[in-house]
């Protein structure tokens, strides 16, 4: 192959509100949209583009596979770097996001922490615990 295929440039996540979703990653990751019509918004992370469409129009991207709902549960959680993950975790409470769990040090040695977004989009922050 002449591609390679090691690098994630985007990721879309199906919302089942669009302007809920906005609100949310604006204030929980301070982030800023970089595209946004009336079905989708995208912000624009370190190394990735995080595109939230409106599940209405998922399936004309993904069919036909099928759409699952939102009380299916998770399949998937993604995990951002930190470097203080109870630093992030007291910045996430200041800007109203909840905890799922953690801090937690983890056996692989990391501690991490876990928070969901409206429609149940698992995000991580991990740090590596200091030797």
Known sequence: MSESL???????????????????YEMAFDAESVYEDEHSIAFKFENMIVNLLVTSEAHDLIGPAVVAGQDAGSRFQLTIGVNDTDAVCEELARRGVELLNGPIDRPWGMRTAAFADPDGHIWEVAAKIPS
């Open 6 to 24: 090691n690098s994630v440039g985007a990721i879309t996540m199906f919302v089942a509100d669009h302007d809920r979703a906005k609100s949310f």
